[in-house]
């Protein structure tokens, strides 16, 4: 089957640094995205992990670690306009995507 | 970054009735795209793949008489709900791959509310 899991709702302030955590165990596997979608929009693309470590783009970096089906979304330097749900998705191969059920987000100030 | 278009962005609908969604990739050609359902505070789930001139693959669960796609050219998708009820309303969102991109990066079309009276 697959299997992915994410907190359902995490806080934080503006300026923060959070993390949000992502497992998975699903029955192939060929990398892992990471979206942003605000309330009633589509998903955007903001990271895809294939090998083992850490991607760093600007103010959001993303680890990846195969062997424990482990990945985590780092933002940095939190914004107001960063509230929103965060989705873990694991491309199963030909690029099929399994979604986690997403993070939702809410930065204060 | 590539560009999807949908349309509509939302429809209401009585029951009973057909609803057509469309999905276009506007800047380049897209052999597969795929659709997605999204209810109220849950994940996306992919309901098929959309395969430019062959049959779509669906997922299992979705009932393909039901959720009609036809992938007629290399930049527009359709997905038709026939007899809508109720219980179908929900988010669809289609999705792109570019071939001449990134091999791994889908491009999400702005999604269509569904509302089935």
């Known amino acids: 089957g697959q299997n992915i899991d994410q907190p359902t709702e995490m806080t934080a302030t503006e300026g923060a640094i959070v993390q949000i955590n992502c497992t998975y165990q699903t029955s192939g596997f060929n990398g892992l995205f990471w979206y942003q979608q605000h309330a009633g929009e589509a998903p955007t693309f903001l990271s895809y992990?294939?090998?083992?470590g850490l991607e760093e783009k600007g103010r959001f970096s993303s680890f990846l670690s195969r062997s424990k089906g482990y990945s985590y979304l780092l933002l940095k330097e939190l914004q107001m306009k960063d509230s929103a749900s965060y989705l873990c998705a694991a491309n199963t191969g030909f690029q099929k995507l399994v979604f986690g059920t997403g993070t939702r987000l809410l930065v204060s100030p | 970054g590539a560009v999807v278009s949908q349309h509509p962005s939302w429809v209401i609908c009585k029951s009973g009735t057909s609803v057509k969604i469309e999905c276009r990739s506007l800047?380049?050609?897209?052999?597969?795209m795929f659709w997605y359902r999204q209810f109220p505070k849950q994940s996306l789930m992919l309901m098929a793949t959309?395969?430019?001139?062959?049959?779509?693959?669906?997922e299992q669960g979705v009932e393909k008489d039901k959720f009609l796609i036809n992938h007629a050219s290399l930049t527009l998708s359709t997905l038709t709900v026939t007899s809508a009820h109720p219980e179908d309303s929900s988010f669809y969102i289609c999705?792109?791959?570019?071939?001449?991109?990134?091999?791994?990066?889908?491009?999400f079309g702005p999604g269509t509310r569904l509302t089935v009276l």
């Open positions: 959309s395969n430019e001139g062959s049959k779509a693959t669906y």
């Open positions: 992990n294939v090998l083992d």
């Open positions: 999705s792109a791959r570019d071939p001449s991109g990134n091999y791994n990066e889908q491009f």
């Open positions: 800047d380049f050609q897209a052999t597969t």
